[in-house]
């Protein structure tokens, strides 16, 4: 399995797509810690695109960092379909992006709050709206991490090059 730190062709095609379009993107990441800003980032030319990150692994930090709001935490939990909204969503307006990415989720061994390992959301926010998805991943906590940041490097290139659409 491709270590995510190294940049691939989708964080490549990622940086390339949002730079010629002139714009960017920030992340606001629990259980991959940082993971996908440092794919991002590993690629040549990111400084023109990737705005900065945000890592909101502890649950307060969800909302004082990340912009959940409190009562939806409290309600929905941290691992959830509106927390990842919600951080996608904070990212992109706490760090000015045109693009933000939220992800939450459990790596595991141990299930959270009653979600086994490998659940995880991913929220992508930008031109058009929030869409959260739940990629699959499996494997051992570097692979649900690593699966994790993949999925939303590709989810987000998938969702940049759709917007040139709308």
Known sequence: MPDPLVPGTAAADL?????????????????????????????????????????????????????????????????????????AEGAATRCGATWGVGITGVAGPDPQDGHPPGTLYLGIAGPGGTVVTRPPVRGDRWDIRAGAARAAVSGLLTRVRGAAGM
Not at 43 to 63: E, F, H, N, Q
């Open 15 to 87: 940086v390339a797509t949002l730079a010629a379009r002139r714009q960017t993107v920030a992340t606001a990441e629990s259980l991959t810690a940082g993971l996908i800003a440092a794919t991002i980032a590993g690629v040549p030319g990111a400084s023109v695109v990737l705005r900065g990150g945000l890592i909101v692994y502890a649950t307060d930090l969800k909302s004082t960092l990340g912009g959940v709001d409190p009562e939806r935490l409290a309600a929905d939990g941290p691992v959830s379909e509106s927390t990842a909204a919600a951080l």
